[in-house]
Nanobody, 118 residues
Framework: QVQLVESGGGLVQAGGSLRLSCTCS????????MGWYRQAPGKQRELVAV???????NYADSVEGRFTISRDNAKNTVYLQMNSLKPEDTDVYYC????????????WGKGTLVTVSS
């Protein structure tokens, strides 16, 4: 059974940094595209960043240049380094694992809260 567990959220002042981690258990991590999404209450979940199984990355315009997504296949872990945080980055951040081959599959973590104070 595939499980995604996020960690690293918390409270930080504007301008600060946090690093989120998401570890996948029960999966062949290297064949998944991994992504970070975020969602505020009453709003739709939005893509923050994605890293494909080949290592290509893509970012939302709102975080480009401030956030960096990376993966360590040996540790079954994807990271989101968040710098120059702004109050509008406050959200619950969710890890996503997307398999586009072998019939496809999609999994979500339970989320980790990031709060940026002004």
């Amino acid at each position: 059974q595939v499980q995604l567990v996020e960690s690293g959220g918390g409270l930080v002042q504007a301008g600060g940094s946090l690093r989120l981690s998401c570890t996948c258990s029960g999966c062949i991590f290297s064949i998944f595209d991994m992504g970070w999404y975020r969602q505020a209450p009453g709003k739709q979940r939005e893509l923050v960043a994605v890293i494909t199984r080949g290592g290509s990355t893509n970012y939302a315009d709102s975080v480009e240049g401030r956030f960096t997504i990376s993966r360590d296949n040996a540790k079954n872990t994807v990271y989101l380094q968040m710098n120059s945080l702004k109050p509008e980055d406050t959200d619950v951040y969710y890890c996503n694992a997307d398999l586009k081959i072998r019939g496809g599959a999609n999994y979500w973590g339970k989320g980790t809260l990031v709060t940026v104070s002004s």
